[in-house]
């Protein structure tokens, strides 16, 4: 697996590293204990060297089995968790980020994480009651102290972006990008190259619909987070598939696969950018990781970009109350 440097940070990660959300949260029931191990120990054993966590998938049970997988090859991967939520009966209360728990995260994920640093230690979201520039000196503290590496933050505005890095260096930047949802474009992904901060994009296949599997007639788990995500009703799902349909085609042309062009074409985007594709499924993830060996030429790239203008996306990323909580 090729390795990336996130920015100007030094912090360098396998090309295509791996979401664990998945294992715990969010898409339906949480995988069984020694499954979540061996997927995770797959990762590594096929290049993995970067593995994405939180407190809040589970909560808390994602960075156990993560912690427990990595334990035996610690030394050789790059594990980035994230604060800045509470929790009420197994689930997520609100948002805080103030400095005091920040520090009581930290020594809480590191004892589930089974390890004596966190590599890459994001704000989740921001919190509009805490200045950022307390929340980065905290994290300041904690690298000064030798438990956490490098800083990032998810899902934040080029704004508060540029005010935390006048504290503390942001190594990453954690957001959703794909070809399906370009808007980092706009601000973002400039303000990144501006300062030297990496970019990992999460949900690079569109939350599986780039993968080509998922049309209109498909059906969720009740516990699935897209069962109230606008862009996944029925009638958007269907309005959509003409995505997936050129993508296919596009795909077959490369006898490639919908998910590897999708992750390619990240990957050819800026050499600081780190995707991470979670998977439950081992042929999934060696699906996903052959992305690395695909070439897009200059022509590829144009007829994507030709392509991809022309049709029309339908329903917001996020319901409106999640919404609210990303760009501040």
Not at 52 to 59: F, L, R, V
Not at 66 to 83: H, M, N, S
Not at 296 to 321: F, N, Q, W
Request: charged share 25%; aromatic share 8%.
């Amino acid at each position: 697996m090729q390795q990336r440097t996130l920015g100007t940070s030094g912090l360098q990660v396998s090309a295509i590293g791996f979401g664990c959300m998945g294992m715990s949260f969010s898409y339906g029931p949480a995988m069984p204990r020694e499954d979540a191990l061996a997927i995770v120990r797959a990762a590594f054993d096929r290049g993995v060297t970067f593995f994405d966590t939180a407190e809040a998938y589970g909560p808390y049970a994602n960075e156990e089995l993560v912690g427990e997988a990595l334990a035996p090859v610690r030394d050789q991967v790059v594990i980035a968790t994230k604060f800045g939520f509470t929790f009420e009966n197994g689930r997520i209360a609100g948002l805080d980020s103030r400095p005091a728990h920040i520090r009581e995260v930290a020594d809480a994920s590191l004892k589930r994480l089974r390890t004596d640093r966190i590599d890459l230690f994001y704000q989740h979201r921001v919190d509009p009651e805490v200045p950022i520039e307390d929340v980065a000196g905290a994290v300041k503290d904690l690298i000064r102290e030798g438990k956490v590496r490098h800083f990032g933050l998810s899902e934040a505005g080029a704004k508060t972006i540029r005010r935390a890095h006048a504290v503390q260096p942001v190594a990453a930047l954690q957001s959703e990008y794909s070809l399906w949802f370009r808007e980092p474009e706009a601000e973002i992904l400039p303000t990144l190259e501006d300062l030297g901060i990496g970019f990992v994009p999460f949900s690079p296949l569109g939350k599986g619909f780039l993968t080509g599997t998922i049309d209109d007639a498909t059906t969720f788990d009740s516990a699935d987070f897209r069962n109230v995500v606008p862009r996944f009703t029925a009638e958007n799902r269907k309005a959509n598939l003409a995505f997936v349909d050129w993508l296919k085609a596009f795909a077959a042309r490369k006898q490639a696969t919908p998910a590897q062009i999708a992750l390619a074409w990240i990957l050819a985007r800026k050499p600081w950018m780190a995707p991470i594709p979670g998977t439950t499924k081992l042929h999934r993830l060696e699906e996903n990781l052959g992305a690395a060996s695909v070439q897009l030429t200059a022509d590829d790239l144009r007829g994507i970009e030709d392509a991809v203008s022309r049709i029309e996306v339908h329903g917001a990323r996020y319901p409106e109350h999640l919404q609210k909580m990303v760009g501040r």
